[in-house]
Structures are given as C-alpha cells and as structure tokens.
C-alpha cells in the first residue's frame, strides 16, 4: 500500500461517527415498542452475560449524544431504526410513539447541524418475523420494503439519507450458521435464501424509498473484506476454500447491487428461492456505497469442515485487535481498490471502522492511544486509495459511545466516550479529542 501523498482531506470530506439502534439505546420496554430477534436471544450466549437494556441510554440521553458529536466538529450521525420500535410486530399498526423518538433524534441533530444517516436494518428483526421464518421467507423482505416506505413518508422530509441494510453477510453468516448472532440458528442450508431475502429487501426498500421521496441519498452498507488464503502445504486448497468464502461473503451481495447477477457459489445456494425478475430488483443504482473494514480475513481448506471452509489465524508475528484478528489498514485499501476496479468507481463511504479496547468487564481505557494510531492508519489507507482515484466522500467512527458489543456484552468497548452505566457519566477519551481536531482540520497527523 503506498504511503498517501498528502495529508490534508478535502474541506467537504464528511467525518462522522456510527451506532446502531440495539446496541445503543436501551430503554426496551417502552413506548410500545416490540421485541426483536436480540431481545430473545439468551444471554447464556452472550460472553458478560448482559443484556442491552441499558446500553449507551440513548433513547433517554440522545440529547447528549448529539452534543457530543455536535462539540467535536462531526458533520453526521448514523445511527439505525430500530423496526420493532415502529411497527411492533413486523406488519402490522405503526406505534407513533416510536417514530416520534426518531423524529426528535432527527431534529435535534439538524438542530446542530448534524446531518443524519439512518440505517433501516442493523440485525434487529422483530420477532414476529422471525417467528414467520425471518428472513428464510420471502415475505419479510416485503415487509421490509413497506417498513421502509412508511419511515420516508413520515420522516422523508427531513431525513435525506438512508442506509437501507448493515452487513447482510454478517447478519447472514453469525445470525443463521454459525449461530453466534440471533437468531442463533445453526443451519447451513437457509444461507442461500437468508442472503438473497435480503438482497430482494434492499432492492425493494430502495424502489420504495425513491418513489417516496426523490431527493434521498440512498445507500446500502457491506461488511467487506479481503479473504485470504492460509499459506502453507496445502495453500493450493487453501486458495480454492478462500475464494469460495470471498464469493459468498462479498461478492454474493456486490455483484447483484451493481451487475445484477451471483458468483458461481452462491448462485447456486440461492436457485431454490431465486425467482424471474428478481435481479432486476436487486441491481439498484446507489447514492453511495457503505464500507464498514474492521480486519481482513485468513481462510484454510479443512476436509471436516461445512463446505470444506474453515477461518485460519492470521499469519503469526502480526499485531492483533482484541477479537484477535490482523490489524491490517491494506486489507482496506485493497478493499476499496477492488470497489473501483470491478464495480465501476461508485462513490464511497466509509461508514464503520474502529477498534475495541482489550477484553474488559473493567472500565473503559480513557487514554486510547492504540485508537487513535488504528485509527490514523487506516485512514491514511482512505487517503492513499482516494488518491488512487477513489471516489471517497466520508469517513464515519465506529463507534461514539461504548455500548453493548453483541455476543461480547460490555466487555468489547469501540466508543470515542465512555459510559458508566451506574452513574450515567460519559467520559471523553483521547480519541474523541484526537478524532474532533481532525474533524475541524481535515489534517492527518503524523509525518509520511
Ligand atoms: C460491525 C457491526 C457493528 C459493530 C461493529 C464492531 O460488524 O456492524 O454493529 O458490532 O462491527
């Protein structure tokens, strides 16, 4: 990865900061709002075992979330909606008083001049749903779609940018196989229809958002990453089982957005659900493409394993995040390269990266130094690729307040400010301060 030429982001560069709806707001049992596929999940699966029900306290403290960001110079907010709050069931009557909660995040945030980015699906399905067969039936991503129109019909007017699905493929993968997400099912044959349900939603919620309103910036975000073969005798297999992963965990979602059609894997996971006019659905023009990098990952054939694919530790002597996986900032330069090469330069937001402090039911590391050096490399990736032509107009921290990291609880903490979740006090952490002066000057720094 070469080192960027300069250092200095264009003035309208969008910094921002990320949450999402479950792991963020707390106050579950309120205002009507419906359980979610989380809400059930059992917490014996969850590391702390804890549960979010107080989380960062955003529903109760927005207000301050929104001075957080506004005080550090941030110029948007993405966070998600959370669809249990709105339509407690999945399909049936609208509960007001959750749409009102986004509503009055929305205007407070314009208020501060903070632009919001509303995510329509970060992993919270209603359970309802789910009990309907989730997203295995095709139904729910019409319901989905119907979701979505009625968000834009009521907040359309003020709310200009949408974010349509959060990491399909993360959802897809640890919600339905692995079993590590809700809804925690272990069962390898649903892939195939969980991926393309919820491509179909994200086709079908872009159509109804547009013909909602016409002046939306309407996106979608990926979990993308480069997937690496393991070296070594057998690195002739290991190449095969990690192109494999590759085509299922990103091509299976890249190329029905922008070429309307499977790679050969997936295609073939997909067929039994698959129907006519379906990719014409799905292949959508996009305002912008959401990447969310946290690490790349290393795959191995394994003879045993599903589909012959197992995950591979990431080659030794590398540093490691606290998930142990590579701190590798080129994994998202070549990520945002291959973007533009075979997916025609689309424009691009970062819309998630960060690192969690080390494992800890303790307290919050305040003096993060590491975030902040993981944070300046891999922007300097950002940097490099847009100087490689890239199309990149915003850059969004995952996270701004330490919440509830799903199957790790509180023990993983991403935010720029702690939370004390017995007193309330939210504690800035060097990060915040390093991240809002950069916000301001647009200025790495550092020497190249
Ligand atoms: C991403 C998720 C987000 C959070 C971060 C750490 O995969 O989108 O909700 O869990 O990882």
């Not at 009557?93 to 995510?119: C, H, I, K, Q, S």
């Not at 990690?242 to 990103?250: H, I, K, L, Q, R």
């Not at 305040?366 to 975030?371: H, K, L, T």
Request: aromatic residues 12%; contains cysteine.
């Amino acid at each position: 990865m070469p080192a960027p030429r300069d250092r200095q982001f264009p003035a309208n560069f969008i910094w921002g900061a990320a949450s999402s709806a479950f792991q963020t707001e707390g106050s579950l049992d309120v205002d009507g709002r419906g359980p979610s596929i989380w809400d059930v999940f059992p917490r014996e699966r969850i590391h702390d075992g804890t549960d979010a029900s107080v989380a960062a306290d955003s529903y109760r403290r927005y207000g301050d979330d929104v001075a957080l960001l506004a005080d550090a110079g941030l110029k948007a907010y993405r966070f998600s909606i959370s669809w249990s709050r709105i339509v407690p069931d999945g399909s049936g009557a609208v509960n007001e008083a959750g749409l009102d909660y986004y509503a009055r995040l929305v205007d407070a945030l314009l208020a501060r001049g903070v632009a919001p980015y509303a995510t329509l699906f970060h992993w919270d399905l209603p359970q309802a749903l789910q009990e309907r067969g989730g997203w295995t039936n095709r139904e729910t991503a019409e319901r989905f779609a119907a979701y979505a129109d009625l968000v834009t019909q009521r907040l359309g007017d003020r709310l200009k940018h949408f974010v349509v699905l959060n990491e399909a493929a993360v959802h897809a993968a640890l919600g339905h196989v692995t079993g590590m997400h809700a809804p925690g099912l272990t069962d390898a044959g649903v892939l195939g229809p969980v991926i393309h349900h919820q491509n179909l939603a994200q086709g079908l919620a872009i159509q109804a958002l547009r013909a909602a309103e016409s002046d939306l910036i309407v996106g979608t975000t990926m979990a993308l990453m480069p997937s690496r073969a393991e070296g070594g005798v057998l690195s002739w297999f290991n190449e095969q089982a990690a192109n494999g992963f590759d085509e299922v965990w990103n091509g299976a979602f890249l190329d029905p957005l922008f070429r309307g059609t499977y790679p050969s894997v997936p295609q073939g996971m997909v067929e039994s659900v698959l129907r006519d006019g379906d990719m014409e659905t799905i292949r959508q023009p996009v305002g912008f493409l959401g990447v969310n990098y946290y690490a790349p990952s290393y795959m191995r054939f394994n003879l045993f394993a599903p589909s012959f694919i197992e995950p591979a530790p990431a080659p030794s002597g590398t540093e490691r995040d606290a998930f142990d996986r590579h701190v590798d900032p080129s994994g998202l330069y070549e990520t945002l390269l291959r973007v533009r090469d075979q997916y025609g330069n689309p424009p691009v937001i970062i819309t998630e990266n960060g690192c969690s402090d080390p494992f800890s039911d303790g307290p919050a590391v305040i003096e993060d130094q590491f975030r902040i050096d993981y944070l300046r490399q891999h922007l300097e990736a950002v940097k490099s690729a847009m100087e490689g032509g890239c199309d990149i107009g915003g850059y969004f921290h995952w996270t701004l307040v330490d919440n509830w990291e799903w199957a790790e609880g509180y023990r993983s903490k991403f935010g720029l400010v702690a939370h004390n979740r017995e007193t309330g006090v939210r504690t800035e952490k060097a990060s915040y301060r390093w991240f809002s002066e950069l916000a301001r000057s647009g200025a790495l720094d550092g020497a190249v």
